[in-house]
């Protein structure tokens, strides 16, 4: 696998279940180590004995929000991080507040992680992350199991974290349709390797390649092709938001 993270971007490594997106992510900040080949990140290889330290320029937010939620209160969850950053209690408790703002969670520092709904969690265990200050985080698949409401939230939070704090986005999933919103580059993950890589227009017009990784196209692309066979026209454009299909209809 050849896979690299650019500076401000959100990178979308797109696969079916056990292509190992999740996997990927998890050599990113050294919870696994590569048994042949080398993972380098902010120009360091990563060892042994430099995965320690790896935390602080990256960040991981589970699939499953249990996975990473523990403290008794989000304040205290939330803190963790800076706490274990070398941060004061004074410092510690202002990156949380500035990170829980930034996610719109504030309103539940009181609150005990497990009463909080699915999407409020995702929304914490963003915040907890953030609240660290990494130059990367890595979320996997981060709107799974949300409803609509909290899925928008959660998007527009990842987006967010790009355009405001400049925060480089590794997004793992397989819902494209998100991949197609948000990502300035898609990698497509098959059997632990990146098969393509390119932006949202060059891949998911690309059907014989999705078919070949699992995957269908999203929902803006199917439309589009829909309306170009049923008028009989070419397909000149490749709109993958609802304004470049609008723009192209």
Same mark, same amino acid.
């Given at each position: ?24 992510? /998890? ?16 120009? /360091? ?109 959660? /998007? ?79 397909? /000149? ?13």
């Amino acid at each position: 696998m050849c896979f690299r993270v650019k500076e401000n971007e959100i990178v979308a490594v797109c696969g079916a279940n056990g292509s190992g997106k999740s996997t990927l992510l /998890e050599h990113l900040n050294g919870l696994l180590l590569p048994s042949k080949g080398n993972v380098y990140v902010m120009g /360091e290889l990563i060892d042994p004995r430099t995965k320690k330290d790896l935390w602080k320029n990256v960040g991981i937010v589970f699939q499953k929000s249990d996975d990473q939620l523990f403290a008794p209160t989000v304040l205290d969850d939330v803190m963790f991080g800076p706490l274990n950053l070398g941060m004061n209690k004074g410092e510690a408790w202002d990156a949380a507040m500035k990170a829980l703002r930034a996610v719109g969670a504030e309103e539940f520092i009181n609150k005990i992680p497990n009463y909080l709904s699915g999407g409020q969690k995702r929304l914490v265990s963003i915040a907890g992350i953030l609240a660290m200050k990494p130059k990367i985080i890595a979320l996997d698949e981060p709107t799974s199991d949300l409803d609509p409401h909290h899925a928008e939230i959660v /998007e527009n939070v990842i987006c967010g974290l790009k355009e405001e704090h400049g925060i480089s986005i590794v997004l793992a999933t397989h819902d494209l349709d998100l991949a197609a919103r948000i990502a300035n580059r898609v990698c497509i993950v098959k059997k632990g390797s990146v098969i393509a890589e390119g932006s949202p227009s060059e891949i998911f017009y690309n059907t014989g390649l999705l078919e070949d990784a699992g995957l269908k196209e999203p929902k803006i692309v199917q439309i589009y092709e829909a309306f170009c066979e049923f008028r009989g026209v070419k397909m /000149e454009k490749r709109p993958v938001t609802i304004e470049e299909l609008v723009k192209s209809l």
